[in-house]
């Protein structure tokens, strides 16, 4: 895993960093630029291009004096540097590559507050202030950003946009560089994966600066950035002698007559996804379209809220809620579970709904159980979010007083665990954006917990294979769209491929 750092631990890891390599702090600047470069020469590799770097006067501004060199050198002729010089306060890292800078034949202007530059350059590269901010732009930093984001062209931010939070509640309203690119240190920054940093951050990568990393684990953040790596450790490729019993038997409890289509999409996932046994609980009008789609998948014939002599035991897990419907039927279904299974299920769309309807019912969940509510029913369980850093709090909080396990969908679905750890997914793309993915995603995290995997383990491991089997359909071939059917049958490869 990989750590994610707030402002103040990335301080603290800079400096530990600096004292213990040992590395001059200036030597750390130039390293960060040099992968600051190598970064850009990648998204931007014309060198006819004209590029002009707006530069602050603290550690930010010093990295973009130092990637202005390192661009020149490389081969960018056409470059230019704009020193906003807002105040008398400037970093010893800044002064010093002040100093070297002006000893070459790059162009430096200086900016007086509210002295609007003259600006013809092709790209942007934004070094105008780090990661440190604490309060929302004014003055003469709002007016030069406010200028910039009007100018249209295509924009840059050195580890962070100018106005940008990289941690707590993000202001909509807030003044803030509208970065096309950030190209950010070490690791992502925290508010980078919530969605309200869209207009700030069109796209982003991280590049490593050697900072030591077992001082970055001692910190012990609770948030953490999978990555695939991770996932190939955790995932468990199948053995000789081994047999549908060693894999689990997984009940999914889904459907109504006219929403059969996410009982068949929850259901077939959790078979592809490895249970050994999957038997989909349905109405009787959708016996017929279960047993066309997928004759592998068994059936329980549920009529209304009644559900046949079962042997609840006999399931290693069960999945709730996909097209079950809101009604009082449903209702009792889901109480059914509750009172007769005590080990962790998952409940997703309407069963997580009738949770939040029925607030009483979540204390009766299994000790371990998984929720997995996209943002409005999150809210309809656990109240109101003005915003998503409201929201992950409030996800740690829920998860360590129900014991349980709240997977929260958004683009880099996160996964808040009773020990109060939350685990941003690095899946996934927008084509996945259609109806019935998170009935998949069910499924998944449903036959992943038949196989025995921890609630932890099959949250994490579900949501990267869901999100890397939609990547694996649509960034090669470009498509627009991903159908969840699509990545029901290609689960089964892209996990071969991460067991390799």
Not at 14 to 43: G, N
Not at 132 to 145: Q, S
Not at 192 to 210: D, H, N, Q, W, Y
Not at 239 to 264: P, V
Request: aromatic share 8%; hydrophobic share 40%.
């Amino acid at each position: 895993m990989l750590p994610l750092l707030t402002a103040a631990q990335i301080r603290d890891a800079d400096a530990y960093t600096i004292k213990h390599e040992p590395i001059s702090s200036l030597d750390l600047m130039e390293r960060a630029s040099r992968a600051f470069v190598s970064c850009f020469t990648d998204h931007y590799p014309d060198k006819e291009k004209s590029i002009s770097i707006y530069c602050g006067t603290g550690n930010n501004g010093g990295d973009g004096l130092a990637i202005a060199q390192l661009l020149v050198a490389s081969g960018y002729e056409k470059i230019s540097v704009k020193v906003a010089q807002f105040s008398d306060k400037s970093s010893g890292d800044f002064n010093t590559n002040l100093k070297l800078i002006k000893k070459t034949a790059i162009k430096i202007t200086t900016l007086k507050a509210n002295e609007t530059p003259q600006e013809n350059a092709n790209i942007i590269i934004d070094a105008l202030l780090g990661s440190g901010l604490n309060k929302p732009l004014e003055g003469a930093y709002k007016t030069l950003v406010e200028f910039l984001n009007g100018l249209h062209k295509p924009m840059v931010a050195v580890d962070v946009p100018t106005g940008f939070f990289t941690e707590g509640d993000i202001d909509s309203k807030a003044t803030v560089i509208r970065a096309d690119l950030a190209i950010t240190f070490q690791q992502p920054k925290i508010n980078f994966l919530l969605s309200e940093s869209a207009p700030a951050v069109k796209r982003f990568e991280f590049v490593g600066i050697g900072i030591d990393k077992v001082f970055t684990e001692s910190l012990h953040s609770p948030y953490q950035f999978v990555e695939e790596s991770d996932i190939k450790e955790m995932l468990r490729p199948r053995h000789r002698f081994s047999n549908k019993g060693t894999y689990g038997h997984a009940l999914i409890i889904a459907g109504q007559d006219k929403t059969m289509g996410a009982a068949l999409l929850s259901s077939a996932a959790c078979a592809y996804a490895g249970s050994g046994l999957t038997t989909a609980c349905v109405p009787q009008s959708g016996l017929t379209a279960l047993n066309s789609y997928l004759p592998e998948l068994m059936a329980i014939i549920r009529k209304a809220d009644k559900m046949p002599e079962i042997e609840w035991d006999q399931f290693s897990t069960i999945g709730i809620g996909p097209g079950l419907g809101k009604d009082k039927h449903a209702l009792n279904l889901l109480k059914q579970v509750l009172k007769n299974y005590h080990k962790p299920i998952v409940v997703d769309a309407d069963a997580l709904n009738l949770l939040g309807e029925n607030k009483s019912l979540l204390k009766k969940l299994p000790e371990g159980s998984v929720l997995t509510p996209h943002m409005k029913e999150f809210d309809r369980l656990f109240g109101a979010h003005k915003t998503w850093w409201q929201r992950l709090q409030t996800c740690v909080k829920k998860a360590e007083e129900l014991k349980i396990y709240i997977l929260l969908k958004n683009d880099y679905t996160i996964v808040a665990t009773p020990e109060g750890m939350l685990y941003f997914n690095s899946s996934s793309n927008p084509a996945m954006a259609t109806g019935g993915m998170g009935d998949v995603l069910t499924g998944i995290i449903t036959s992943l917990l038949a196989q025995k995997y921890s609630p932890q383990e099959a949250c994490i491991v579900g949501a990267f294979i869901h999100g890397r089997a939609g990547d694996e359909l649509a960034l090669p071939d470009k498509l627009n769209v991903v159908l969840p059917g699509q990545v029901v049958h290609q689960l089964p490869a892209t996990m071969a491929k991460l067991m390799a």
